[in-house]
């Protein structure tokens, strides 16, 4: 049974392609593509220097890190997610607190 955090993570992945339509979230969505395409074309040119032996190799280990690599984003923004939830409740908290010495 998913908790209410990952069926949110769901949701907004789903319903957002994983960005956001604001300006600064597709100005860093910019910067991580051109991180990722130049990760790849280290990957490719790594590669192609490589047996093929050791190429293969290669791939299972970089198909192990994809495998690996949602699950660190979804775990990422549980962990956000909650952060921003106890810094909420921390907030409403030393609001109350305050309002009673009033």
């Known amino acids: 049974m998913k908790s209410v955090i990952q069926k949110l993570y769901d949701v907004y992945m789903n319903e957002n392609g994983g960005t956001d339509s604001k300006m600064v979230t597709k100005i860093a969505g910019n910067l991580c593509k051109e991180k990722k395409e130049a990760a790849y074309q280290c990957y490719r040119e790594l590669r192609d220097k490589l ?12 198909d192990k890190q994809l495998e690996i690599y949602p699950q660190e984003l979804e775990e990422s923004f549980a962990v956000g997610f909650k952060t921003g939830a106890r810094l909420m409740c921390e907030i409403l908290s030393e609001e109350a607190d305050d309002g009673k010495d009033r």
């Open 51 to 62: 047996s093929e032996d050791l190429a293969g190799e290669l791939d299972l280990l970089m």
